[in-house]
């Protein structure tokens, strides 16, 4: 049954009802039924329907067009994901065996030997003694030892002599004593007597002395090394001597 509002007819209750039903499926397309005119309420009844009808069946292209492009934007991420997480693994894996290669080669280096604690200084060497004296020549203490002992002090200071030249003059002057003295000669009579083994005055004795003998006229090295000091600067040697010089 119509009803009748301002000259416009509204749709019958079987209307609404299937209008109701279309909205629930295809949402916005209730909107269609707007109210119209009352001489055209039976085309719109009938024209109406077929409108919404293929308005509705045109939203389930367009929904089913949308549902299957959501589909594949959904299969498309989850592609996406899935070649990421693949590849993510694979990094992975690489990363994993590139540490193992790493930690075999760190293993395979030679261990570097312990660092030596450092070397103790060396304990101070005890200062060097003083160069002991040379040890002293022995010479036996008679004619022959005297005679050598002086040899030695006249090679060491430049002064020629021999060991026959020396022994000959020593026994015509004092037969080898060496406290000998002359209190008869012209050297007593001035009061200059000759003395000990070779017979030299005292003047004559402390004007030739040789260093590093004994002062002492007595003394035969000091006696033969002075005698023989005066006799090369006066005859050129003691072996040039033959008589009382």
Not at 75 to 97: N, R, T
Request: glycine content about 6%.
């Amino acid at each position: 049954m119509r009803s009748t509002v301002s000259g416009y007819s509204a749709l019958s209750k079987a209307h609404k009802f299937s209008a109701a039903g279309l909205v629930t499926v295809a949402g916005a397309a209730a909107l269609t039924f707007a109210l119209v005119p009352q001489a055209q309420a039976a085309d719109v009844q009938s024209a109406g329907v077929k409108t919404v009808s293929l308005s509705a069946q045109e939203f389930g292209v367009t929904q089913d067009g949308e549902l299957a492009k959501a589909a594949d934007d959904a299969a498309g991420q989850a592609q996406v994901k899935a070649k990421a997480a693949v590849k993510a693994e694979v990094k992975a894996k690489a990363d994993a065996a590139d540490r193992e290669r790493a930690s075999r080669s760190e293993a395979r280096k030679p261990m570097k030997p312990a660092a030596k604690p450092a070397a103790k200084p060396a304990p101070a060497k005890p200062a060097a003694k003083a160069a002991a004296a040379p040890v002293k020549k022995a010479y036996a203490d008679n004619l022959d030892g005297w005679i050598s002992e002086s040899l030695d002090i006249l090679r060491a200071k430049g002064i020629p002599a021999s060991y026959d030249g020396i022994k000959r003059n020593i026994m015509r002057e004092s037969t080898g004593n060496p406290q000998a003295i002359n209190d008869w000669d012209v050297n007593a009579v001035n009061g200059v007597p000759s003395k000990g083994l070779l017979q030299i005055i005292d003047p004559t004795f402390k004007a030739y002395h040789v260093e590093g003998t004994s002062w002492n006229i007595y003394d035969p090295v000091a006696n033969i090394t002075a005698s023989c000091n005066y006799a090369a600067d006066k005859y050129g040697s003691m072996d040039n001597v033959n008589s009382a010089y």
